[in-house]
């Protein structure tokens, strides 16, 4: 069933064979949060999709070293050579320690990927405890002579590297559109020409991070930290190398420059790029009012919210969409997902606890089973089509109405065989737990409550307490929960 992976490239801008460089072993590298602040829509959206790509790979039989690191230094106001670190900005709007900072939004991402059941990666470096790595490949790229240092700080000299390689190659930018898009600042008059990016910058007397290199006290630039790290735990060539659209120039451009500057390659041999999210299809912004951080969302506490969002109805409503498209988040969007997450959950409830009424599936080939093996195929084909996590939902809705249909007694059981019924629940659940990651967002102990009700409820039926009968579904009804009586008994199921 598991068909050709195909991934789309940006490097060469069309889908690709995935053929790993040293199979069975795959290299990932996601370009993590520059964390001066709390995470976002933004940063769920990457985290979401390679967490995705990195469950099916490993599904795959692959093993996959996922590294994703964390930013803590070196990237400037507005992405710029010059400017406040981020993160010293920061401290000193909240009159702390840089690394306080730091660390502070390293643990608030970290807790946010755990609401959203984003995996945590194989590694998880930081720039700043990667200083000398840093420092050795500048070393390396002022000996290949496409680098020069002027005043304590060191430059990749762009113009020159363009004569021997293709700056420009991912981001499809001409070094001529690059310079007439650049502005020149005051502070800049000591670079060749302003296209050329910082590697390292001195440190002025008040810069709070800094540290010694062979230039003089300074900090590494924003480019060169994620050159490093990926090549320090994953060889100067991998495989994928991920990250926003909006990193592709001149982050991941700038990237490649210096990995073929150091080390003669292109870093990976597949660019993925997921695309930007927007709210109500206008790009979000603090000053539009419309900048939405994961807490905000998910206790409902901003402007434009009408109510919480959780974890769960979130990474339903981004994997709706291709991860290459466009994704505006809009309130009738997240209501919408909330409930077609609760009605998949509604499925995945009735696979656990219908397991011995399966025996009554017929044992021989039944008139639905073409149907189901046609579904279950089409999950995988979607995925292996570029990890179209649209299309799989679209599948598992589809075998969803085979689900309800069986345990509400709409579906002859005849229709289906045992085999097909077991590859049914197998794919299932497996998409739905292993690879697109959705959970119960439920206390664990309500799991045991609402069976413990579930049977109080039965011997109210079967004494005819119809009272109580309706004080138990009033009650469970103000959880979000209706219990339903089954031909097959009696079920609990989230209301949609």
């Excluded at 994620?226 to 909006?246: E, N, P, R, V």
């Excluded at 990474?315 to 969409?321: D, H, I, K, S, T």
């Amino acid at each position: 069933m598991h068909q050709i992976l195909r991934i789309y490239n940006s490097l060469t801008r069309q889908k690709e064979v995935f053929q790993p460089l040293r199979p069975p072993f795959v290299g990932i590298y996601l370009c993590g949060p520059t964390v001066y602040g709390k995470a976002h829509l933004g940063h769920a959206r990457a985290a979401i999709t390679f967490d995705i790509i990195f469950r099916y790979l490993q599904h795959l039989n692959y093993t996959v070293r996922y590294v994703r690191n964390i930013t803590d230094v070196g990237h400037l106001e507005r992405d710029l050579d010059e400017g406040n670190d981020k993160i010293a900005q920061q401290a000193k709007l909240e009159q702390v320690s840089p690394m306080e900072v730091a660390q502070r939004y390293t643990n608030h991402y970290r807790k946010n990927m755990e609401q959203l059941n984003v995996l945590p990666p194989s590694i998880e470096p930081c720039a700043s405890g990667h200083i000398l790595e840093q420092i050795e490949m500048i070393e390396r790229i002022i000996e290949n002579g496409l680098a020069y240092v002027i005043d304590g700080s060191v430059y990749f000299d762009v113009a020159k590297y363009n004569q021997m390689y293709d700056y420009g190659k991912l981001s499809g930018r001409t070094i001529e559109a690059t310079r007439s898009g650049t502005r020149a600042l005051a502070k800049q008059a000591d670079k060749k020409e302003r296209v050329d990016f910082a590697l390292w910058k001195k440190a002025t007397p008040v810069h709070i991070m800094h540290w010694p290199s062979p230039w003089g006290k300074g900090f590494p630039g924003w480019h060169i930290e994620c050159s490093a790290m990926s090549t320090k735990y994953l060889g100067k060539q991998f495989d994928i190398h991920g990250g926003g659209m909006d990193l592709r120039f001149p982050h991941h451009e700038c990237e490649i420059a210096q990995a073929q500057a150091a080390l003669q390659t292109d870093l990976a041999t597949y660019w993925v790029h997921n695309n930007l999210v927007t709210i109500d299809g206008v790009k979000m912004g603090k000053s539009l009012g419309n900048f939405i951080t994961l807490d905000a969302l998910f206790s409902g506490s901003h402007p434009v919210l009408d109510q919480p969002y959780s974890p769960m109805a979130l990474r339903f409503f981004m994997l709706q969409a291709h991860y290459r498209s466009t994704l505006s988040v809009t309130i009738g969007g997240l209501k919408a997902a909330h409930q077609g997450y609760r009605k998949l959950m509604n499925g995945l409830h009735l696979l656990a606890t219908g397991h011995q009424e399966t025996a009554e599936a017929s044992a021989t080939s039944g008139g639905l089973d073409e149907a189901i093996y046609a579904d279950c195929a089409a999950c995988y084909s979607a995925m292996n089509d570029d990890f179209n996590t649209a299309k799989v939902l679209a599948s598992l809705f589809n075998l969803l109405k085979r689900i309800n249909g069986w345990y509400n007694g709409t579906l002859d059981h005849e229709l289906i065989s045992t085999a097909a019924f077991n590859q049914l629940r197998n794919t299932y659940t497996t998409f739905m737990v292993d690879l697109l990651g959705l959970k119960e967002e439920h206390p664990p102990a309500m799991d045991q409550t609402l069976e413990i009700v579930r049977t109080i409820y039965q011997a109210a039926k079967a004494e005819k307490r119809y009272d109580q009968i309706d004080c138990i579904r009033n009650a469970l009804h103000k959880m979000g929960v209706a219990i339903k009586d089954h031909p097959n008994g009696v079920h609990w199921e989230y209301l949609t």
